[in-house]
């Protein structure tokens, strides 16, 4: 099954590892992988842009079908292998609409996450202002904020209660990637309680990006 799957993927990428550890969950290990370099515009290569015409990672096939937008990919595995490996999607209608919610909310994060850390990247030299910076911090600030609430305010350990699920395999990467870039362990208790029991998750584990492995993180997000 795994044969017939081809990622094409950036180390560090949100969108990138949460397919990896869908993969992972469902034990469909053993698919055609490619690791490209985002540094050296490898994303933009013939070899992406046939699979994905935007330009962009994760680039993802399953036998002829193509999908790219990454929480698609995960929505896709579970339901064509929803008997294999581990059921991501709870049968509880509580627990259920919790795991949408929460999925659905990834993107409003990982936006105001990148207004913040890619702000000198996406915002030319002339054009940027301390406001535009101060009022970004605030809103990623609020929206850190939210997250330790509801992980407060849930019992069980997972994003979605008691069941490791799709919420977890999507929000997890984002949330990693707020440590990576030096979000306070201490100013967010139930967030770093949640991201280092999750660490140790074997379908994590397998899938940790490489260039985390071998790179010290940055400070960016300190005073968060």
Same mark, same amino acid.
């Given at each position: 099954m795994a044969k017939d799957m081809t990622l094409l993927w950036g180390s560090g990428s949100p969108p990138c590892w949460r397919i990896?550890? /869908?993969l992972e969950e469902k034990n469909l290990q053993g698919y055609n992988?490619?690791?490209? %370099?985002?540094?050296?515009?490898?994303?933009?290569?013939?070899e992406v842009m046939e699979i994905n015409p935007r330009g962009?990672?994760? /680039?993802?096939?399953?036998?002829?079908?193509?999908?790219?937008? %990454?929480?698609? &990919?995960?929505f896709f595995l579970e339901s064509k292998y929803?008997?294999?490996?581990t059921k991501l999607i709870p049968d509880c209608d509580a627990e259920q609409a919790l795991m949408f919610q929460r999925v659905f909310e990834v993107n409003t994060f990982g936006d105001k996450m990148g207004n913040v850390i890619y702000y000198n990247w996406k915002v030319p030299e002339g054009e940027r202002h301390d406001s535009a910076i101060k009022r970004?911090?605030?809103?990623?600030?609020?929206e850190v904020k939210l997250w330790e609430?509801?992980?407060?305010?849930?019992s069980g350990g997972f994003l979605a209660g008691k069941n490791f699920s799709l919420a977890d395999v999507i &929000?997890?990467? /984002?949330?990693?990637?707020?440590?990576?870039?030096? =979000? %306070?362990?201490?100013?967010?208790?139930?967030?770093?309680?949640?991201?280092?029991? =999750?660490?140790?998750r074997p379908s994590i584990k397998a899938t940790w990006p490489p260039t985390w492995k071998e790179t010290p993180g940055q400070d960016i997000l300190k005073d968060i």
């Amino acid at each position: 099954m795994a044969k017939d799957m081809t990622l094409l993927w950036g180390s560090g990428s949100p969108p990138c590892w949460r397919i990896m550890i /869908a993969l992972e969950e469902k034990n469909l290990q053993g698919y055609n992988q490619k690791l490209l %370099s985002f540094e050296k515009g490898e994303h933009k290569s013939k070899e992406v842009m046939e699979i994905n015409p935007r330009g962009q990672l994760p /680039a993802f096939k399953c036998g002829d079908k193509i999908i790219n937008e %990454s929480c698609g &990919v995960c929505f896709f595995l579970e339901s064509k292998y929803k008997s294999q490996g581990t059921k991501l999607i709870p049968d509880c209608d509580a627990e259920q609409a919790l795991m949408f919610q929460r999925v659905f909310e990834v993107n409003t994060f990982g936006d105001k996450m990148g207004n913040v850390i890619y702000y000198n990247w996406k915002v030319p030299e002339g054009e940027r202002h301390d406001s535009a910076i101060k009022r970004n911090k605030e809103a990623l600030t609020a929206e850190v904020k939210l997250w330790e609430g509801y992980l407060q305010k849930t019992s069980g350990g997972f994003l979605a209660g008691k069941n490791f699920s799709l919420a977890d395999v999507i &929000v997890f990467p /984002a949330i990693a990637y707020l440590y990576r870039f030096g =979000l %306070s362990e201490e100013r967010y208790p139930k967030l770093t309680e949640y991201y280092k029991n =999750l660490m140790n998750r074997p379908s994590i584990k397998a899938t940790w990006p490489p260039t985390w492995k071998e790179t010290p993180g940055q400070d960016i997000l300190k005073d968060i």
